[in-house]
Every structure is written in C-alpha cells, then in structure tokens.
C-alpha cells in the first residue's frame, strides 16, 4: 500500500496481516404479533466512503483523550447513525455511495458488540426499527448511513446490500433492519 512520514519515524503499511472487514445485513418484516411474515439475510459491500469513515472514528477514539494538545478540533464519529431500506435495483459497488432507490432510514435503536477470539472475528452489530409504511413497501436493497440525517443519501454509506427475492411489507408490518460489521479472521 506504501508508507509515508510521521514526525521523526517511518509508518508502514501493508497488506500482510490486514485486518478483514466484511459486513452481514438481515431484514424482517414483522407482523403486529411480533412474528417474522417474512425474512432476508445476506452478505453486503463495504463502501469506500464506509472504510473512511470508519478509519476516521477509529483514529479519533484513540486520540480524544489527546486531541487538544495535538491540535485536533474536529471530533469524528459515526453518529448519528441511519438504517435505510431501498426498492432500488443493481449491483452494489464499493464506490456506492446511496441505495439505488431509497424507501425510508431510521436512527439506530440499540447496538452491541462480541469479541474475536483467534478463529472468530469481532462483531459489531447495529438495529434498526421502522415502524409501520404509510403503503405498502416492496425492499430489494439495505444500508447504513454514519453522519448522516433523515434525508435519503445522506451521510457516509458504510455498507450497501441487495438481495431477491424481494420482501413486501404491508401497512400492518414493522421493519427490522440489523446490519453487522465483522473484524478479523
């Protein structure tokens, strides 16, 4: 990947040892009884603007503490963070930066996270709750949106999925959208 200078010493980088950064979507359609009408789950891409943004936190995490005395103002996080449900179709890239065709986000509900061990990767895992359409949704695509707002396409796109058969959600139903980013091995 390359290197460059940092003050008086060498930062390297290389992809030898990278860590993995995979991401693992499921949407549910719910009915009023709290039972599953009808369910995807599926592996997704990580978007470009999804590592950045995610690199940027990272870095911020560990400086926070610090950033005063090295001249850092500017706090970076992935909050607030968006769940969104799309009726769009195609085939998501690492340079998406929106679902094809945006239905709806939400704020994120509730989160958690599991430790990797050697053989397993981390886990952070995101949920989404929306509540019931004003019609009827057919969702073929899902994502998550760090910074962003309730405007469709807002934010950094972390993550873009999208899958077939297609889910219908009546007005009756609920969405459940858990969006889950794993780290390692």
Known sequence: MGG???????LG???AGAIPLRGRLSVSSVR???TVRDRREGSNVVCTTGYTAIAAALVWAGIQDQA???GVTSATYLTPLWGAVGSGSGTPAESDTALFSEL????????????A????AGECTWLFYFPQPAST????????????????GSGAMLDHWAFSPSITVPVTDTILLQVSLLLGP
């Open 104 to 115: 709806g986000r939400q704020t994120v509900g509730a989160g958690a996270s599991s430790p």
């Open 68 to 70: 005063a005395a090295l």
């Open 137 to 152: 949704w057919t969702v073929t695509e899902a994502g998550a949106f760090a910074g962003g707002t309730s405007t469709a």
């Open 117 to 120: 061990t050697s053989s397993v």
């Open 4 to 10: 460059r200078y940092v003050g008086s010493g060498h």
């Open 32 to 34: 009023p009884d709290g």
């Open 13 to 15: 980088l290389s992809t």
